[in-house]
């Protein structure tokens, strides 16, 4: 993984180099080719590991009562889960374009996540203005993007915490902002936590931040995070429209 001075430095780089600018970009794909189809194949051969063990345990019961059978097939879950979510990342910038209504997928993903609200006591305020002008843009993939940013504030907050959902345009942008009243993110932890694998969370994957990040570029949009150790954090996604 690339630090921020790593990351600057090929940024300048890129923007003095058109040659050099070209071989990074080219890299960069390939890295995301790769790291789908390896997700992908992996993925697959875990798939049929946990179909043949609930065979198993259709056929045989008692194996519930081995040591360590609950908790690997839990294991093998949640492989299962970070393998889709890294071949996602490799995938995200591929869209499938259709008229988005933003009002009215906000609404479908607030109804997503109610059972994740009311199952943690957090407190909701959504505003949404209606009557928004539609775009076009892979309506799958944003909900999912809101939807991961979201899941992000319901893990900052915890139980009976605040969250404050509004969606509004701005000029030529379509914004989604999602405010917490959570821990907050330190500034050094800002700095790192759109790239993959980095989290915060004792029991985090530092997927759902990068995949998010990643689908809103694809959309020529903008992410942005602010955010106070102990105050809570705003996460903002533009998509022009």
């Not at 990074?24 to 875990?46: A, G, P, Y």
């Not at 591929?94 to 009215?104: E, G, I, M, Q, S």
């Not at 969250?163 to 800002?190: P, W």
């Not at 998010?212 to 105050?231: F, N």
Request: glycine residues 6%; negative net charge.
């Amino acid at each position: 993984m690339l630090s921020k001075q790593d990351n600057e430095k090929m940024l300048s780089l890129m923007e003095e180099n058109p040659d050099a600018r070209e071989i990074i970009q080219k890299l960069q794909e390939c890295h995301k080719v790769t790291l789908s189809k390896v997700s992908h194949e992996l993925r697959n051969s875990l798939t049929l590991i946990n179909s043949s063990m609930q065979f198993i345990q259709s056929s045989h019961p008692e194996v519930k009562d081995f040591p360590h059978w609950y908790s690997t097939m839990e294991d093998i879950k949640n492989l299962i889960i970070l393998l889709q979510d890294l071949s996602a990342i490799g995938n995200a910038s591929k869209l499938r374009l259709n008229t988005v209504d933003p009002y009215a997928s906000v609404k479908a993903i607030l109804e997503s996540a109610r059972s994740l609200i009311e199952n943690n006591h957090i407190q909701l305020e959504a505003d949404c203005e209606e009557n928004l002008p539609c775009f076009q843009g892979d309506e799958t993939k944003l909900r999912e993007a809101i939807f991961n940013l979201i899941i992000n504030a319901c893990d900052a907050v915890q139980e009976n915490g605040y969250i404050h959902i509004r969606l509004y345009k701005e000029g030529s942008y379509i914004i989604f902002k999602i405010t917490d009243n959570g821990c907050g993110i330190d500034e050094a932890s800002q700095e790192l936590i759109f790239e993959p694998f980095v989290t915060t969370k004792k029991a985090g994957t530092g997927i759902g931040l990068p995949l998010a990040a990643e689908i809103v570029r694809a959309h020529g949009g903008i992410l942005t995070l602010e955010s106070e150790v102990g105050k809570g954090s705003i996460f903002t996604v533009k998509i022009p429209y």
